[in-house]
DNA sequence: TTTGGAAATGAATATTTATTCACTTAACTT
DNA sequence: AAGTTAAGTGAATAAATATTCATTTCCAAA
């Protein structure tokens, strides 16, 4: 027997990747993520139960994917300032490598697709953040201020640099990007 | 003869915002906003010409209806941190107090209803705060840096916050929005 | 108070788009 | 190499949604 494509599944999540970040998750038909994937409609039903099904396992792919490229080089080992800055800069570097995530990230998150179990699951996933933060805290390194309103701070101003950028198609040299980490430095250090 | 009552086309547009804001821009239906502003379906196409028209319309609406917002109190005689201040508050205040807003342009701005023109137009608003940093940066008050990162980074840093307390249900206490604050200001003071 | 005309209505229609399914193709098993 | 089974296909169908339009309601002028 024809066993399964276990590639296709995630074929299918980056040609609704494209499609979304393109013509918007307004815009996004079944038969245009088929077209994008070079394969029938037919077989994305194969793969997921539906367009819901699709859509959240679409979420949850790149909020795992986007931690892990946030985790790279990260060791604790080294001093705090080495690893926020390091982190600092991953967070950055994937934002303006993968302008299309941030963009869908959003549009999913206020859909009527996205099921509120998966939010939660995805926010779990910042745990370590949260930690490492409040280590920080306890070697009086940054200012002693909530998490939410920290973490909120720092991926706010990260995802808007990464897409205004984009959107203007203007490169973020590494001298902008030296000034831009000195001044999110400078606010969150004590 | 029966006269068009003009305030018809802005009760459509924010029974429209609500709705975007509840369920999302790929769940929006005709016949929902109808229903949501107590009129027949037929009516909204008295007003506008079709739904991309007035989503369109829409968001020039917002666009402008928040610069109104964030200009109040802003007085040139004062020195530039006490307007810096009272734009960061005033951003901030429409930010949390629509919740709504955030969401939704940026959900139209990345949909195939959007003309670019209209895009472009919305940009040019932004003039006056460009103006306004440059003349900190002039009295050596900020750092020296690109105005799209510092737009970036304000924009993009405030609306976060507002996002994430409202959606977590949370109040942003005057203590927070001070703290929120001062690290702005540590970011981009010189 | 009558009447002309635009606003408002919402069921009917047109259009768009998700999903199914009868059929074909490919790979593995014996 | 014949048989078996699941993957893959895409035209056909179902479902959802935008838009129209014949009819009704309302207002203002005559």
Redesign the interface.
Known sequence: MKSKDEQKESTIIRATLQLI?R??????KMSNIAKQASMAVGTLYIYFKNKEDLLNHLFLYFKRESMTQLAQKIDFAQPFKVNFKQLWHNYLAYAVDNPEQA?LL??LH????LRPEVVAETDKLLQPIRDMLDEGKRQMLI?N??N??L???L???????A???HE?D?KLSPE?RE??F???W????A
Chains 1, 2 share one sequence.
Do not use: W
Request: proline share 2%.
């Open positions: 970040f013509e918007g998750l307004a815009g996004l963009t959003e549009q206020y859909s009527p697709y200012k201020t909530d939410e309103l973490l909120a701070f991926s706010g101003s990260i995802n808007q640099i897409r205004r950028f203007n203007r902008l000034q831009a000195d001044m999110t400078d606010a969150v250090r």
